[in-house]
């Protein structure tokens, strides 16, 4: 529920824009139950000879047309706008929690969902929202057109309908809801079963477990259609309750127009509220698949909703811009991810101009939260770090990070151009500065062969490149904005032992004025470091080599 | 490109045959529904002409059946709903089954072209989106147009002035369905390429997060992301409108049709004013939406076959399931030791890509070791799967024990081999499901002589569950040299003669590999050993050959290190 308020907060600016929209949609269902209404009282009206004209007949028929068009656009250009917005917003929410995960890859699997999560919430407006809004405006209105014939009538009709529209659709919703995470685990299992045999295909060739892989997948298989077959049994349980009702109250009234309990003499207005009412009825039977729909809705705004971030981060702030003096130095430092188990326990580490440091140790999250802290991305529980005399938490955040540059085996490729790589989106930075930041990180020459140069494309995750020379780019864009201080997190894992001997090399050429952190498990790499330090037991200790 | 969407509509049209029977069943109670339901209206339509009539004569007899066939539709929507549900689910399993055919068929080559996950996306994703499209568009397609003019007959043959303003509303149909459709169309095929563009950047940037907020650049990015979210919805929002016309098209047709009845009924019915008349009148209105009711179905589906075309487009990129003659009649098996001999052999991926292997040619005998050396791309790995079988030379042949590799039964050279990789496959499972993967009928004897041999047995001893913890993705997480140490276990349960590796070391440190390779030394003896490496480690091999792969050229460099 809370995460719903979240949206509908993060939906306010576009208030009036969504209100239009339902409004509009009321209108439109207003002139099918005019234009019905007139068909039943011109009908009537004929057969007892009474003629009429049929103006008002035709403007509802008129307005209907054009008001539905209106309805199907506003509500569309409204919710898109809307959707913009939460897009904006979760994306700036991520970008707090996922420096934080630097050391983590998160899964592609995982953030395609969640996109596909954002793209479902607009059920949320247009199937839920707007048709139960309309749904529930029409309930009175059918009360007080009914209690003119008989306020008897208006109650029963009112009541079956209340139960149609409410009723049912909330059962279905609770349900969906509910069988919303065993769905999902369901299908996430066949597609962990699909990926382990996409991935194995050798191995299925050699092991001849052809077969084998595939009654696994056969068998996840029949677990997932056996959940979508009980979901589907519920939906139409519901779906055909709801129409059960609507049938009856269609028939309660029809009784009452032919005069079988509660008369009213005028057979002309008897006519005419049958037909207003069947056309109500038959609107909104769809409403129980809205209530399934919201079931759902439900799950993926909790899961964009969720919260990411964690104690102890900092959010980007402004401050001072970063000093020219770039001496790193932390005392006391004290921090970790649990409060029980600090991973490091009054440490006291500096970096001097041009220094190069490694740092040893067992992969894990010590070493990158050493990053994150220096980078200010989170605080430290005691202890300060400053830059060149200055605190780090005094200075703006983006130009800590201009001044830190950091490259690691997650650094990512984008889907676009070698240029648009390099600037991440920075204007005003010419080709010739983009030039050098090549040659520094010794890719230049690979990239002038190529047939469009610096707007070649790098493909998805730098598919267009091989292993060394995507890295090589990722060196070459942090060379770019010319920091002071390199903290290298692992930079050669990935790569096969040729080019990573290649890439050390590189990294050992770079300008000896930049001092560099280079965090690493192994004792190879280290021709220019001037000494190693290894984490152990919440503790930096020198390492001979 | 035409060639392509040949091959689509192809792969369509047969997927559409298959489910043939499913739909007609469908497509035969979507039929026996628009009976009921002008059966339902006319019933409704005689209990008010009685009501008008004020003799209510039978009027309680009509709307007893009217009531008693509402509900008799209620009942064939459910038998209806659900039999749709499950053939779409029987429809996507058989696809799936002759996906997963083609794709073990293809083998391990197909991860050269295809990304895995994209094939994981394939059986998955792709499978179950079609959902729509075999359990609602398929029948309603075929069944709309026929249901509609079949109302319109029946209307007709009750009331000919009706039923001709319902005829020509539905003539009218398809034409404004056609005018709008193709503008639709059109704009959204405009339109398509940019939206798709936008929708991968979003998740891309989403991806790289981590890399734009240490780069300092996340606000940038933000605003980069607002506007091109906000060229989104102005794509979006053209394409909609035109689409938002079709469907105002189908409301004016439903509203001429509606309209020009009661008007032309009432003006009617004032001249003569009879029951029968009311009653025909009546019916008239209660049938339009009858008529109408299937083709809105058909719309409202519309989405799903841009479904079935997009998977059409992955799955046709497939190999078809191989029947190769020459595969069938081989049927000869080897026995152990065995000698490889490579005669004269070429590779080449492609005709563009030229030759990957040029002209190699070794023998190589029981208990030697071959090792395979040379930069990234010679064709290292390309050589080893010729071994393996999963490609075949384009010139030249190869040799196990005298026999040409083709004669060989696939299998038989399966069971030969062991291959150890650099990325081993872990499965989510516990370590012995994993380990005993390579053979499942294996004893607890062989189990355990093949952890001991591997050097796992002090890993098992440290693991929370030993043998039966959970491992792969979402368990417990193992480190390179302990995957490999199993991959080595495996090897051992499985007992073959040749054993090939990949850069099995290529992501271990100095140490790990230095304690891998002892832990193979005792496993090769015997076997006949090809390595693929970079590592100065494996030199320590005594009695090892070399062979030295350079991009399309080889030097064949056979040294026998003496002892």
Known sequence: ?545 | MVADKKKLKFWVKEQNSLHKKAVYGLVFQGFLNVILGCAQAWFLARALACILDSSMKGFLSFVFWFFAICLLRLGLNVVQDLMAFSAGQKARSRLRRQILAQIFSAGPSLLRTTHSARIAALLVDNVESLEGYFARWLPSSVLWAPAQWFVVVVLYWQNHRAGLILGISCLLLPVFQAVFGIATGRASRKQFLALSRLQRRFLDRLRGLATIVMAGRSEDEAQALAESADELRQRTMKVLRIAFLTSASTDLVMIIALVGIVITESRYLLHTGSVEQAASALFAVFVVPEAFAPFRAFSAAYQDRARATETAEVAVSLPAVETDPAQKMAVSEISAPVTITFDHVWYRWSAERGWVLNDVSFTLSPDEILLLTGPSGAGKSTLLELVLGFIKPGKGQIYFNGQDSMTIAPASLAQTISYLGQKPLLFYGTLKENILFARPDASEEELHSALKAAQLEVVVSQLPNGLETLIGEGGFGLSGGQIQRLAIARAYLKKSSVILMDEPTAHLDRETEQEIILALKPLLKGKTVIIATHSEEFDLFDKAKSLHLLHSNVSNDKEEISA
Not at chain 1, 99 to 114: E, F, P, T, V
């Open chain 1, 1 to 545: 529920m809370k995460s719903l308020l979240t949206i509908m907060a993060l939906w306010r600016p576009h208030k009036g824009r969504l209100l239009l929209g339902v409004i509009m949609a009321a209108l439109a269902f207003g002139s099918s139950l005019l234009l019905m209404g007139q068909a039943g009282t011109r009908l009537a009206g004929a057969a007892i000879g009474i003629g009429a004209g049929f103006y008002l007949l035709r403007f509802a028929g008129v307005a209907r047309l054009i008001l539905r068009y209106f309805e199907r656009y506003m509500t569309h250009d409204a919710l898109f706008r809307a959707l913009t917005d939460l897009r904006v917003w979760f994306f700036r929410k991520l970008a707090h929690s996922s420096a934080l995960g630097i050391g983590r890859k998160r899964s592609g699997d995982l953030l395609s969902r969640l996109v596909a999560d954002i793209q479902s919430l607009d059920n949320l407006y247009i199937r839920i929202i707007v048709p139960l809004v309309v749904a529930l405006l029409s309930a009175p209105f059918l009360f007080v057109f009914c209690a003119k014939g008989s306020i008897g009538l208006a109650f029963i009709v009112t009541f079956l309908f209340c139960l149609m529209v409410i009723g049912v659709p909330l059962l279905a919703g609770v349900y969906a809801y509910r069988m919303g995470p065993h769905l999902l685990k369901a299908r996430s299992a066949l597609y962990s079963q699909s990926l382990d045999i996409a991935t194995g295909l050798r191995e299925a060739r050699l092991f001849q477990a052809e077969q084998r892989m595939t009654d696994v997948l056969f068998l996840k298989e029949q677990a997932l259609y056996k959940a979508q077959r009980h979901e589907v049994v519920q939906m139409t349980v519901c779906q055909t309750v709801a129409a059960f009702l609507s049938r009856c109250g269609v028939l309660l009234t029809l009784l009452f127009a032919g005069g079988v309990y509660f008369h009213h003499p005028d057979i002309v207005h008897n006519l005419t509220l049958f037909f207003v009412v069947m056309t109500i009825f038959d609107q909104f039977v769809d409403l129980p698949r809205a209530g399934f729909l919201a079931g759902e809705v439900l799950h993926a705004a909790q899961r964009v909703t969720e919260p990411l971030t964690s104690e102890g981060q900092i959010i980007d702030h402004g401050g001072c811009a970063a000093p020219v003096a770039y001496e790193l130095v932390a005392e006391h430092l004290t921090f970790g991810w649990q409060k029980e188990r600090p991973l490091f326990e009054d440490v006291r580490f500096t970096l001097k101009e041009g220094e190069r440091i490694a740092l040893l140790g067992a992969s894990g999250n010590g070493k990158s939260s050493l990053t994150t802290l220096l980078m200010g991305i989170t605080k430290p529980w005691e202890g300060t770090i400053t830059l060149g005399g200055v605190s780090v938490s005094d200075i703006d955040s983006n130009a800590l990070r201009q001044k830190i540059g950091w490259l690691s085996q997650s650094s990512h490729l984008f889907d676009d151009t070698i240029r648009n790589n390099l600037l991440l989106g920075e204007k005003g930075v010419s080709d010739q500065k983009l030039w050098e930041a090549l040659e520094k990180a010794q890719l230049a020459d690979f990239v002038r062969a190529l047939p469009d140069g610096l707007d070649c494309w790098v493909g998805e995750n730098g598919s267009a490149l091989s292993g060394g020379q995507g890295r090589r780019l990722a060196l070459a864009r942090v060379l770019l904005r010319e920091a002071s201080i390199l903290i290298l997190d692992e930079p050669t894992e990935g790569l096969d032992r040729e080019t990573q001997e290649e890439f050390i090399r590189t990294l050992n050429k770079l300008d000896a004025r930049i001092s560099v952190l280079l965090i690493t498990h192994r004792m190879t790499g280290l021709e220019k470091v001037s000494h190693v330090l290894r984490l152990e037991d919440g503790n930096l200790k020198p390492v001979p080599f």
